[in-house]
């Protein structure tokens, strides 16, 4: 029996700098992967360029080196990949899993949030349209390696979801599945806010025959009045100055064994200490899920 290599990935988005909440992320992937002897990779999620802030992609990998957390191999831009994404889209209409449609957010939102699948037999023309995946693998539970098995109601599982949006730019949950499977990615560790999309991740993954990475949703760091730390609540980047304290609050987050007399350690010792002690089973999975509208459970 071949031994799979474990393969992982931090994948931010330019949409401004890295604050304590991606921090912990990017570390608990980064902890797993080398935990693992795996591969730990860099993407960034520039497919939204309305969303950009510039010069942040270049602060972001600027600002992971500074803490140490050094990735394999080149960096990996989807903004780079758009023939990758078009001929995947070809091949689902091809195959008639995907349809053209108009209806409206506003619409949508009428129905309570999810689509009713208006458009699906009407043969829409791609003019001003959406494109949206034909559901025919639902997906009504999933294993989380944190969480354990999550289950999924029965709207979420079944919608036909967008993977071409209106405005011309590809989806994420189109491009995050493509890119996986091309850079062969076995496990996904990110934040619990990601719990969501993972239903229709994994719907796309079966609709195209890709093999399924395993899942780790880390909980989400939240500020003073309970909302999770992010770019949009105006999060402060974080300094670029000695990077061991932060490291150290990051691993408390996550409920890792403390490391005696770390202030005598450079970053590198830290980190391999921190690689060592390293246990995913101690992570807490408080503020698992912030789903608003139709709430996942867990067994």
């Not at 890295?18 to 990017?26: I, K, P, R, Y």
């Amino acid at each position: 029996m071949s031994h799979i290599e474990y393969i992982g990935r931090f994948a931010p988005s330019p949409s401004g700098d890295l604050h304590f909440g991606s921090l912990v992320t990017a570390l608990g992937s980064y902890l797993q992967a080398r935990a693992c002897h795996g591969k730990w990779l860099m993407r960034i999620d520039d497919i939204d360029p309305p969303r950009e802030v510039p010069g942040s992609t270049d602060r972001i990998l600027r600002a992971l080196e500074h803490y140490g957390l050094f990735w394999d191999g080149e960096v990996l831009y989807q903004s780079q990949r758009h023939e990758a994404y078009r001929a995947i889209l070809e091949k689902l209409q091809q195959q008639g899993k995907s349809y053209c449609c108009t209806c409206t957010r506003q619409h949508i939102q009428q129905l309570g949030g999810f689509y009713d699948g208006h458009c699906r037999n009407l043969q829409r023309s791609p003019l001003n349209a959406a494109i949206r995946l034909k559901q025919h693998h639902p997906v009504y539970r999933f294993y989380d390696k944190l969480q354990g098995n999550v289950n999924v109601p029965t709207k979420m599982a079944e919608e036909d979801f967008t993977i071409h949006r209106k405005d011309g730019l590809f989806a994420y949950n189109l491009v995050v599945v493509i890119d996986d499977n091309y850079q062969g990615i076995t496990e996904i560790v990110r934040g619990a806010d990601l719990i969501e999309p993972t239903v229709r991740q994994i719907s796309l993954y079966r609709s195209l025959n890709f093999k399924t990475p395993d899942y780790v949703h880390l909980p989400l760091v939240l500020n003073k009045e309970g909302n999770k730390l992010s770019k949009q609540n105006h999060a402060k980047p974080i300094p670029l100055d000695d990077p061991r304290p932060l490291l150290i609050d990051a691993l408390s987050f996550l409920n890792q064994p403390a490391i005696a007399g770390w202030q005598d350690l450079s970053t590198d010792q830290l980190l391999r200490q921190a690689v060592a002690d390293w246990n995913i089973k101690y992570v807490s999975i408080a503020a698992a899920s912030i789903l608003k509208e139709c709430p996942v459970s867990y067994d």
